[in-house]
């Protein structure tokens, strides 16, 4: 796994496109019969019953939890948790976008890239330091307080939850991801 070190926040980076070949047809059987959430496009979060579906794809769950465990242990952490995954799939169509957020019921966050038509909108990471927000600096260009990564098919990004991170106006026909939040396992 590649880290990328944003904000200075560690970003992980790993490519399976095998992997995600695998996850894309149960994805597109799910997004078949999702109708567009109040995002705008189609996405199954907030349905417990498509994520309770999917955790019983133990390859799909495995390869979240080995993937997290890496990242943690890559920038010298450790979890005082076992964790728990949530998870739904998502498409976006041309000129769909999602504003700045963050997961703060979660300890990870991540995406793996399904399927991108050309044009696919890169993924943002935004500064969210509070202390700009009080202290007169003005940013002289937006890369000072964001930075992004274009993603591939077979693409998984990896971050702590808290990151403020958005996708923009998208420009392509089709956008496919699984979207994954790590959070401590209720015993």
Known sequence: MNIKN???TPIGHSNDKEFTDKV??????????TPLSSFGYKSTYGNTEV???LKTFDFIKQKILDISYEFIDEIGFTCIYDLEV???VSQMKQKDFHSAHNHPNSILSGI?????SPGSSALVFTDNKGERNFNGLNPKTEE???DYIIPKVGD?????????HSVPRNNSVNRKTLVFNLHPRVI
């Open 112 to 116: 793996f890239y399904l399927e991108l």
């Open 24 to 33: 894309l047809p149960i994805a597109n059987d799910l997004l078949k019969q």
């Open 156 to 164: 998984c990004i990896i971050f702590e939850a808290w990151v403020l």
């Open 86 to 88: 949530d998870m739904f």
């Open 144 to 146: 000072s307080i964001s």
């Open 6 to 8: 944003i904000l200075p």
């Open 51 to 53: 994520a309770e579906y």
